[in-house]
């Protein structure tokens, strides 16, 4: 069974220290937006372009048209809104090879407010075709996933967050694409992306099972389209509820694709995620708001189980 560890780690901080040696592996230019969130490396090849998003996308572009793999680290909210265009007729378009880092992902922007916050990016970039998303369920899956991405053969994007987030024991090495049943169940199947959520699934899942549920726990890493059929497929055949989890606007999200996959079984599903603009605050302060607490979440999924 799967175990939250009693360290935390954050995804940012392991992708600052991974990427030196992986960008050195795989021949890539990095491209900066003053992030603060890179080290350079002697022998990386490494630009910090500024606060200038499009510049950097573009640039990125244009060097993978040259031969080169690159990739972009940014800011979630900055990289997905202000430099969308960018991405869409730069990178996703042609396919290129460009790994684009949105750190800062969700609501972990925290006192930052809504200008930090990035609820919208995974809708933004599943609307992408060709561009593979990606929300690490913890500091170990980053690492490995982030090499997963500069290996790829087409655009992808991954989200990382700020601070320190859980840790799990026993979680399996993730493989692009593929999700990750982390908890067996038959009747209600809780799906669920990134660090703090999966924590929260399963504490859920914990008490829900006390109650008399059988309830499946998957992980689902990679979140795009092309993705979700893969978690149909090991959504529980004999699945009555189907819950989405995710610390973004429900719309366009995971779960909206993981539904769209699972809609001719005729489950019935709730989709807990985001509702709206966040004010300034803590991260879990926020989660709170949100409704993604392991209190929350268990008071919904009993609600909507109850009560056809």
């Known amino acids: 069974m799967l175990e939250i560890e009693p360290e935390r780690a954050s995804t940012r901080g392991v992708f600052a220290d991974a990427l030196p040696e992986l960008a050195l592996r795989h021949n890539v230019l990095v491209v900066d937006t003053d992030t603060g969130s890179i080290k350079p490396a002697p022998g990386m090849d490494y630009l910090n372009v500024g606060i200038a998003e499009n510049a950097a996308v573009g640039l990125a572009a244009g060097a993978e048209h040259c031969g080169r793999r690159a990739l972009v680290c940014t800011f979630a909210a900055f990289s997905v809104s202000r430099a969308f265009e960018f991405i869409k007729l730069d990178i996703a378009y042609p396919r290129r090879r460009v790994c684009i880092v949105g750190t800062h992902g969700g609501a972990s922007g925290g006192w930052l407010g809504p200008t930090h916050h990035a609820t919208e990016d995974l809708a933004l970039m599943n609307a992408l075709p060709h561009m593979r998303v990606v929300v690490p369920a913890d500091a170990r899956q980053a690492v490995s996933l982030l090499g997963q991405c500069l290996e790829y053969d087409g ?89 989405t989890l995710e610390e973004a606007w429900t719309s366009g999200g995971m779960g909206a694709q993981v539904a769209a996959a699972l809609g001719a079984r005729g489950i019935r599903w709730l989709p807990i995620g985001v509702d709206g603009f966040l004010p300034p605050g803590t991260h879990d302060s926020l989660l709170e708001a949100s409704g993604l607490t392991p209190e929350a979440v268990l008071h919904q999924v009993l609600s909507f189980v109850t009560h056809p």
């Open 155 to 243: 655009p992808t994007y991954l989200r990382l967050g700020r601070k320190d987030s859980p840790v799990f024991a026993g979680l399996p090495e993730p493989e692009l694409g593929v999700p990750q049943e982390v908890r067996p169940g038959r009747d209600i199947a809780l799906v669920a992306t990134g660090p703090e959520i999966l924590a929260t699934a399963l504490e859920v899942a914990r008490r829900l099972a006390g109650a008399g549920h059988s309830v499946q726990v998957i992980n689902v890493h990679t979140v795009d389209p092309e993705s979700a059929g893969a978690v149909g497929r090991a959504v529980a055949a004999e699945c009555r509820w189907l819950v």
